[in-house]
């Protein structure tokens, strides 16, 4: 089975924000800035996985063009070397028909220039954010209640929280199975504060439809606002029963978990969460980062590093102190 090597040294590095990592490079801001163009054209209603791919899609195809155009004269050359390329490349040699013999990274700077993006591509940000999956009662056919719904996502946007509560609460009125409606009227409450109305908006919800990702996600959230962190990561537990291939719910698990004081199940989860962004090649794999660096300073002054250390192994990771 194949190792990860996950260095100490990086950890430690993490700890610190990830402020303006590729900024200060000319060339990893520009080709992000042209893939963030490219990702205006991905449409929000879709599964996660794909809109990853697509995203990466777009960064991808402008490292190589980026290359390319640096090292070629035309876009028919280009075009005509592309076409020699396959998914499997990495590292290509391409135009030794033409005595160039050049060698095209295919993934040269991909993470910082898809951490880049995550960071200031407004277009991604809203891509993974979205989750439009819907369900036989995620809207309602009730008129009147997608009336009170439409009033209330105005009030919503607008910030307008009491009044975004009255009309959600219209809506679940007239259609007691409107999906979209409960978990509305539970982030309206959120926002304002009031976590256990928020909680039984969520789980209202689940029992319209126990496969909606939205109401786990923010079920787990209000939990933890509440710092019932066990309540938190057993939600999350759910979550991950439901969508086993997503590393949300891995990451969120790993955080309540160790939160609650289970810090072997929380380190667990944690290396698991790092490596299902990191085969995903997501953004967020910063995120698990950063969390993996704090549990092991903390462990490490408790004196608890074993658990750490045992965690990385039943993960097959390799940790280079």
Known sequence: MKSNRFSILTLLLLVFPLIAIAQDDDSIKTIGDKACECTKEISTDQVRDSIVKKINDCISSQILLDQMTSQFGTPEEIREEVSKLTDND??????????????????KDFDEIQQYMFENCYAVKVLMSSNNAESKHSMSKNKKALQFYEEGEAHLVREE????????????????????AWDNLGISYRKRGNYKEAIKC??????????????????????????????????????????????EGYYGAARMYYFAGDYAKGVDKAFKAYLMYKELQSPYISDAQQVISAMYNELKEKGKLDIFLEAAKNNNIEINE
Do not use: C, H, W
């Not at 990495?90 to 993934?107: P, S, Y």
């Open 90 to 107: 990495t590292v290509a040699e391409i135009g030794k028909n033409k005595g160039k013999n050049i060698v095209i990274t295919m993934d």
């Open 161 to 180: 929280y009491d009044m975004a509560i009255v009309s959600f609460n219209k809506a679940v009125k007239k259609d007691p199975k409107f999906a979209f």
């Open 202 to 247: 969520y789980e209202k919800s689940l029992e319209v439809d126990p496969t909606g990702k939205m109401p786990l996600q923010n079920l787990g959230v209000a939990y933890e606002y509440l710092k019932e962190y066990q309540k938190s990561a057993e939600v999350y537990d759910r979550y991950i029963i439901q969508y086993p291939n997503d590393p």
